[in-house]
Nanobody
Framework: QVQLVESGGGSVQSGGSLRLSCVASTNNRGGYCLGWFRQAPGKQREGVAVVDGYGRATYAPSVSGRFTISEDSARNTMYLQMNNLKPGATGLYYC??????????????????????WGQGNQVTVSS
């Protein structure tokens, strides 16, 4: 079981930066993939970035080089640093978790049905 509580987000102009935080409560951090999805108005949820228990990160091509996923294990907190934000990044951002695959080594693909646990969602708005 994993409980996810998000914070951060808000409004920013195009080119600006924001940071999202997610406290992941679990007794088995090493057994889970943690990450972020987002949902723009009228669109399906899409994967943004995930990280496994070894710190290996995977990013969606649309955010690679601008977004960084990281963890503070002492605080059980995961972060998403978003730089050079564009209006297309506007949407609800969800913290997610799912058991690691293939003997506990790899994150599932960046597809929403692959992730079992979801936070409440935080709004990010990027204006042009």
């Amino acid at each position: 079981q994993v409980q996810l509580v998000e914070s951060g987000g808000g409004s920013v102009q195009s080119g600006g930066s924001l940071r999202l935080s997610c406290v992941a409560s679990t007794n088995n951090r090493g057994g889970y993939c943690l990450g972020w999805f987002r949902q723009a108005p009228g669109k399906q949820r899409e994967g943004v970035a995930v990280v496994d228990g070894y710190g290996r990160a995977t990013y969606a091509p649309s955010v690679s080089g601008r977004f960084t996923i990281s963890e503070d294990s002492a605080r059980n907190t995961m972060y998403l640093q978003m730089n050079n934000l564009k209006p297309g990044a506007t949407g609800l951002y969800y913290c997610v978790a799912s058991p690691l695959l293939y003997g506990g080594r790899y994150c599932p693909p960046l597809l929403a049905p692959q992730y079992n646990y979801w936070g409440q969602g935080n709004q990010v708005t990027v204006s042009s």
